[in-house]
């Protein structure tokens, strides 16, 4: 069976910081591009960050740009997203996916289409 599974997802106050790890079973992610997204409740599900198969490339929203670090592993099969500064704004469901179809290109908008495999998800909560 083909899975992700996210984990490191927690409460936390302004100023904080969490590491979440994307961990794939049934499948190897070195072939993969690897993108994290989000979604606020009521809101739309938003990417980002992204990371090509080989991890030299990766790509961030305006949003994250400078607070958040994507990374990968793969000799754990693992991608992960260490989140500095975090901000009540950053409240959300973040998720992984992974794609063959997408690349992952700089200053482009990071969108969930053509992602063929996702994670349920994990809840990051800042709040004071």
């Known amino acids: 069976q083909l899975q992700l599974v996210e984990s490191g997802g927690g409460l936390l106050q302004p100023g904080g910081s969490l590491r979440l790890s994307c961990t794939a079973s049934?499948?190897?992610?070195?072939?993969?591009?690897i993108g994290w997204f989000r979604q606020a409740p009521g809101k739309e599900r938003e990417g980002v960050s992204c990371?090509?198969?080989?991890?030299?490339?990766?790509n961030y929203a305006d949003s994250v740009k400078g607070r958040f670090t994507i990374s990968r592993d793969n000799a754990k099969n693992t991608v992960y997203l260490q989140m500095n500064s975090l901000e009540p704004e950053d409240t959300a469901v973040y998720s992984c996916?992974?794609?063959?179809?997408?690349?992952?290109?700089?200053?482009?908008?990071?969108?969930?289409?053509?992602?063929?495999?996702w994670g349920q998800g994990t809840q990051v909560t800042v709040s004071s």
């Open positions: 049934g499948f190897t992610l070195d072939y993969y591009v």
């Open positions: 996916a992974a794609t063959q179809l997408r690349k992952c290109i700089p200053t482009f908008r990071i969108d969930p289409p053509g992602y063929g495999y």
């Open positions: 990371i090509s198969s080989s991890g030299g490339i990766t």
